[in-house]
């Protein structure tokens, strides 16, 4: 099992840039597959962003793509989505999820669904 813990939201104007973290507890954190998430007011979670458990393989919801990058450092438990050329359409609640499904080191997972672990989320607001 792991905890997940994000950081780093906040507000920021259109145009601008930010660095959400996310680090996860316990030795076994680069065996979790990775993924953000968002979800606006009114509107159901949507997917971000993925990596595989080796960080070898990313993808990128194409709102994001271009904009958004994935990283992740799992000698510091952490992940990492660094947010730039912020549009108000971005303003939601981000979240990280891990998955501990199969599929080899270089697969990603996209639906909410795929998802066990859940962090509480950090808010991102972008002012036009």
């Known amino acids: 099992q792991v905890q997940l813990v994000e950081s780093g939201g906040g507000l920021m104007q259109a145009g601008g840039s930010l660095r959400l973290s996310c680090a996860g507890s316990?030795?076994?954190?680069?065996?979790?597959?990775m993924g953000w998430f968002r979800q606006a007011p009114g509107k159901e979670r949507e997917f971000v962003a993925a990596f595989s458990r080796s960080g070898g393989s990313t993808r990128y919801a194409d709102s994001v793509k271009g904009r958004f990058t994935n990283s992740r450092d799992n000698a510091k438990n952490t992940v990492y989505m660094q947010m730039n050329s912020l549009k108000p359409e971005d303003t939601a609640v981000y979240f990280c999820?891990?998955?501990?499904?199969?599929?080899?080191?270089?697969?990603?997972?996209?639906?909410?669904?795929?998802?066990?672990?859940w962090g509480q989320g950090t808010q991102v607001t972008v002012s036009s």
């Open positions: 316990g030795r076994t954190f680069s065996t979790y597959a």
């Open positions: 999820a891990a998955t501990s499904l199969g599929g080899g080191s270089y697969r990603v997972f996209l639906s909410t669904s795929d998802y066990a672990y």
